[in-house]
C-alpha cells in the first residue's frame, strides 16, 4: 500500500505471521525462517532483509544519506528519475553510491 503522509512518501507491506506475539527484540526479523511462512510472506520480508545488508555495507551513514539527497534532488530536477519512467529508482542509487 502506498500513501503520502505530511509530504513524505511512504510504502507499507504486509506479511500474515503465525504467532501470538511478536518479541520486542530487533534480531527476531533476522531470524525468521523462511520455511515458516507461506512464499508470498517470505518475499515482503525480502525487502527488509536486502535493506538491512545494505545498511551493514555503509561506511559513513550521515555522509552516504547527504550524497542520496543531493542525487535524487538533481535527478528528480532534470526529470530522470523514477523506475515507472524507465530511470533510475532510489534502490538503484543506492546500490551505486555502495559502490563507491
Known sequence: MKLEYMG??????YCA????????????LKQISNA?????????FMG??????????????PTFGTALKIIKT???RRGIYGFNYGYLN????VIMLIKI
Do not use: F
Not at 532510489?90 to 542509487?93: T, V, Y
Open 90 to 93: 532510489g534502490i538503484s542509487l
Open 36 to 44: 515458516r511462512y507461506e512464499k508470498v510472506n517470505s518475499l515482503s
Open 17 to 28: 505471521m503465525i504467532t501470538q506475539n511478536i518479541p520486542v527484540s530487533p534480531d527476531y
Open 8 to 13: 513524505t512518501h511512504i510504502d507499507i507491506l
Open 74 to 76: 538533481w535527478a528528480k
Open 48 to 61: 527488509w532483509k536486502t535493506c538491512q545488508v545494505m545498511l551493514g555495507m555503509i561506511p559513513n551513514l
